[in-house]
């Protein structure tokens, strides 16, 4: 009651409204006489919207957004549900009827401004007769697209704009166009616009076939969307149909026995779910991102009603496979963990590939760019480019011994294994934290942490603490694949981007993706560093086994946070750099028997497969000068020390093997004395278990550092 309340209100209130205006102009005219008012006039129409093209009336036009191959559309923006027809042909004469009868009786005896309509309103609404509107079909057709920026001005201008296009239509179109476009634009609710997306939405059938009950629902709709829609309001909307039936015999359109036997009929609906609003329906962890990029540059209005053409960098072979390897990740592990994957083409930041997790319908939260989280020694590629930068050479020597205490922070290596005494490239592949952790104190934590800009860490917060260079830093997997890019293309920094060109429905191009680059590093830089990542995948490194099929060149880093609940692997090629996550999103599962390796290598085997192999471009040896301070090597044994405790060490192992042997052929002679008793010949004592020693299992023989998840970075 308090809704029909409330319409009522309004209806007065407008009709009223429609009166004062009446009064209002006279009044001008009687103060300030004919000449006063039409000078008003004058000026209020002077900048009146050119009428001359007929998708001028389009209130909103679709935007649609493409792959990068210009044809799969990924999704269609739209604020409202449209599907305009082309001639009234295509529409039933009983909503035709019903329109006019309903909304403007006089249609075809007007010229765009009902003066008789006018005054009737105006007796009616002023003696408090039936509420009556004094607009015409063709001055609301304005009113809605034309003037739709001051539809809710209750004005006189408004009024006297309103009239004025009005007029000026009734000479440049028939009465057929002017009808066609009104009902191809009019709000029907439920985010329906228009007469045939109403039918397919309500009824599931064309306009061309509505009844006329159900002729008679549509054309009531569009005096309150809202309360007499009939899926929520039934009761009014039935109500209303009545009425708009009534009206039809009372002119003439339809018989007694007609509108009788139509009031009779139920309100049955067959609904057809119309479109969402945000048209996200292809790959759509990507397109919600393209559509949140847009809505950084542009309005709604044109995201969603501009009708532009969106023109992404996405790959769709690139998608399908980055959509596969993280299926098949997840199929393999809890259900607790997802995937995140993102793939940008370094030379020039086109984003081909992004899955943000593993269910976007349920999560509706994109893990690759919304939020980051920490990247492990993935990180640890931004401390070796800064020293490499400051003229410390990857072979300079530096101490991995685990554990050691740095700047007051204790630090171990992954199950605290002792690395001893490596070169900044051999640490690099078992991913010490122990090393780095002094590679840092050596080189600046202010310097690492501007390099990490400089090679695309733009937006996560770095807090210079001893540990940043663990990855303790939240980033997401897209600023990552941005700064590893640049390391990829030579030391030139792309913003990694997901929309290369957009048309506007005029089919002038309003954006183009700037592709040249910003050179942040020297080349030389680049190659070194590159070289010293290749490391990673062969000999001891993380991700030993690993490397991509066919020999492709392939540099990275693994990385695994604090408590083994983050796991990352960024690597790239000279045409591809990919950055891999896995994990749970809510921070509460780990495991260290969990890494990106096999996501990686799945995802860039199947995108690289139609490829040709390209090699990492030769580069001039940087500039090594730097003399280094006793940091790195700080706690240290020298190779005599080293020497004389592997001596030491050799001898117990001796002398412990010795000491076994002595027990054992005691044992023996023991069991001999005792008469050689049927149990110490028996099979049981000669079983395969019995002779095989604990030492020489896999899990014994296995180093730490080297198991799945264990590349050195917990802690």
């Not at 954006?511 to 490391?535: C, N, P």
């Not at 749970?584 to 028997?593: A, G, I, K």
């Not at 030492?695 to 296995?702: S, Y």
Request: with cysteine; hydrophobic share 35%; charged share 25%.
């Amino acid at each position: 009651m308090k809704i029909r309340r409330k319409q009522r209100q309004s209806k007065v209130r407008t009709g009223r409204w429609t009166a004062l205006f009446i009064v209002a102009a006279l009044l001008v005219v009687a103060v300030g006489g004919l000449g006063g008012f039409l000078v008003l006039a004058n000026i209020w129409t002077e900048d009146l919207p050119d009428i001359t093209q007929k998708d001028a009336f389009n209130l909103a036009q679709r935007s649609t957004v493409y792959a990068n191959d210009g044809e799969t559309v990924l999704a269609e923006f739209q604020i409202e549900n449209r599907e305009p027809l082309d001639s009234l042909d295509q529409i039933s004469p009983n909503l035709v009827q019903a329109t006019i009868a309903t909304e403007d009786a006089r249609f075809y005896d007007h010229n765009g401004v009902d003066l008789f309509g006018i005054a009737r309103a105006v007796v009616s609404n002023v003696l408090g007769g039936e509420v009556q509107g004094a607009s015409t079909i063709t001055q609301q057709l304005v009113r809605n697209t034309l003037l739709s920026d001051e539809a809710r001005d209750i004005t006189l201008k408004r009024k006297v704009r309103e009239a004025a296009l009005a007029l000026e239509m009734e000479k440049l179109y028939t009465k057929e166009d002017i009808l066609l476009m009104y009902l191809n634009t009019i709000n029907y609710g439920d985010g329906c616009y228009g007469i045939e997306s109403a039918s397919q939405h309500y009824f599931s059938k064309h306009a061309s076939e509505l009844t006329l009950p159900e002729a008679a629902t549509l054309a009531g709709i569009p005096q309150s969307p809202s309360y007499l829609n009939p899926v929520y309001y039934p009761d009014a909307c039935q109500n209303r149909r009545n009425s708009v039936l009534s009206r039809m015999t009372s002119y003439g359109a339809i018989t007694e026995e007609q509108q009788n036997e139509a009031m009779q009929a139920p309100l049955t609906l067959e609904l057809k779910e119309a479109q969402g609003n945000n048209g996200i329906y292809l790959y759509p962890y990507f397109t919600s991102y393209v559509r949140d990029v847009l809505l950084e540059q542009y309005s709604t209005a044109e995201i969603f009603a501009g009708g532009l053409k969106i023109y992404t960098t996405l790959d769709v072979k690139m998608q399908d496979a980055a959509e596969a390897a993280c299926e098949d990740q997840c199929d393999s592990m809890d259900d607790a963990y997802e995937c995140a994957l993102v793939a940008v083409d370094p030379n020039t930041g086109f984003i081909k590939a992004l899955v943000g997790g593993k269910d976007f319908e349920k999560e509706q939260f994109n893990i690759a760019v919304q939020k980051g989280r920490p990247t492990g020694s993935s990180f640890k590629a931004f401390t070796l480019t800064a020293a490499i930068s400051s003229g410390i050479s990857p072979s300079t020597k530096v101490n991995c011994a685990s554990p050691a205490t740095i700047t007051g922070k204790r630090i171990e290596n992954f199950a605290n294994i002792d690395y001893g005494v490596r070169s900044i490239a051999s640490m690099t592949a078992v991913s010490s934290n122990t090393g780095f952790a002094r590679l840092q104190q050596e080189v600046g934590t202010q310097n690492v942490i501007e390099m990490a800009r400089r090679l695309g860490i733009k937006n996560a917060d770095l807090p210079a603490v001893t540990s940043l260079t663990l990855g303790v830093a939240d980033i997401t997997p897209l600023e990552m694949a941005q700064a590893y890019g640049t390391l990829a293309s030579g030391g030139i920094y792309h913003k990694a981007v997901p929309i290369e060109r957009i048309v506007d429905k005029h089919g002038n191009e309003i954006y183009k993706a700037e592709t040249e680059g910003e050179r942040v590093i020297d080349q030389s830089i680049a190659g070194a560093v590159t070289e010293v990542l290749q490391g990673v995948f062969y000999g001891e490194g993380t991700a030993s086994g690993y490397a991509l099929a066919d020999g492709r060149p392939v540099a990275g880093k693994t990385g695994t946070s604090e408590d083994f609940r983050d796991h990352t692997l960024i690597g790239y090629t000279p045409q591809l750099v990919c950055a891999t996550w896995i994990g749970d999103r809510y921070n509460v599962y780990s495991s260290e028997y969990v890494n990106c390796n096999w996501l990686f290598k799945d995802f860039m085997d199947e995108a690289l497969w139609d490829y040709p192999i390209e090699y990492f471009p030769a580069y001039n040896t940087p500039s090594y000068g730097r003399s280094v301070s006793s940091i790195l090597m700080e706690g240290a044994k020298d190779e005599d020390e080293e020497e004389e405790e592997a001596e030491a060490k050799r001898k117990a192992e001796e002398e412990a093997q010795k000491k076994a042997e002595e027990e054992a052929r005691q044992k023996a002679q023991e069991q001999e004395q005792q008469g050689g008793t049927p149990g110490g010949d028996t099979p049981g004592g000669d079983t395969p278990g019995g002779d095989t020693p604990g030492g020489d299992t896999p899990g014994g023989d296995t180093p730490g550092g080297d198991t799945p998840g264990g590349d050195g970075d917990s802690g």
